[in-house]
């Protein structure tokens, strides 16, 4: 007897990882549930043709949009990596718009927000995505609210994913919440994963979210603020650096960009300390002062809030060898 019912809908050029790492976490949960809360997962897709994903797998879906009507407990759409700029597809955009009736939980990993927001699930809604595609997300559906550096997102009966291997972060919560971090921990045990990754998407940077043309006054300004990021640094003082008025630099920077320039800056701060904190023994008010915060109570705020973590925290999620005391 199953207890729990999965749809992972899949499409063509679909991230295989995407779809086999959810798989693989509630597969493995089973190991840990009695029979009447086990999960079953089935793939989902247009018909019943073979779908080929990005690294060219074949994956066979197990039933066809008219096949699944509902019930299931929870429901997911794969990402891809040509969803962000690939036109809405048709029947994808309208089996989706029914998601809400279809499934108690429902939502994507990765790039599958890019479906949801074609059926305008999205619509005044928190939601995540690769970090990538953050900033296209945000502009394609303005009447979402992207959170740009977060592994996953609850909002409601929707939850989206970050990039790829954060679909499995999403599953080991979902798992956790239904049945005990206990659970989730010896899946991810398992696994050989985190059970729960601190901080945000690590590859994020802000010169890979905003870069500018690389002969605009606007890249001048990024390579001035990374080169001197303990510096303070205010709207007039980059609008001198490049010798244009405030009011045409913040237009222009955020043309460039699609972020105003204290944004940058701040994701630069989180950014550079995020290095330090990673790959150093630096105690916290010297990287809180070396990066432009200023104070360790202020890089401790804005760290809550963009990353969803402390500085320590984050850090001790790379000292997975070591046994030292606290930071000063």
Known sequence: MVGQ????????????????????????????????????????????????ASNKMRLLPDLSFAEATGGFDMLFVAGGPALPDAEADPLLTEWLGEAPWRASIYGSICTGAFALGNAGLLDDRRATTHWQNAAQLA????????????ISVRDGRLVTSAGVTAGIDLALALVGERHGPAVAVAVAKRLVVVAQRQGGQSQFSPYLTAQADPTSPIARIQDHVMAHIGR?????????????????????????????????????????????????????????????????DRMRVVFSERLGVTPAQYRASFRR??????DP
């Open 139 to 150: 502009m394609r559906f303005p009447k979402a609210y992207v959170e740009p550096d977060l």
């Open 232 to 296: 303070r640094h205010t709207l007039g003082s980059l609008a001198n650096l490049v010798g244009m008025s405030t009011r045409n630099l913040a237009r222009h920077f955020v043309l460039e960009t699609a972020i105003t320039p204290h944004e940058f800056v701040e994701r630069a701060r989180v950014d550079a300390a995020r290095m330090r904190l990673e790959g150093s023994k630096q105690p916290l008010k010297s990287v809180a002062y070396d990066c432009g915060f200023g104070t360790a």
């Open 5 to 52: 019912k999965i749809g992972i809908v899949i499409h063509e050029d679909v991230q295989a990882l995407d779809v086999a790492g959810p798989v693989d976490v509630f597969a493995e949960a089973n190991g840990f549930l009695a029979e009447d809360v086990r999960y079953e997962t089935v793939l989902i897709a247009a018909d019943h043709k073979p779908v080929r």
């Open 321 to 326: 060898s070591e046994n030292g005391g606290a």
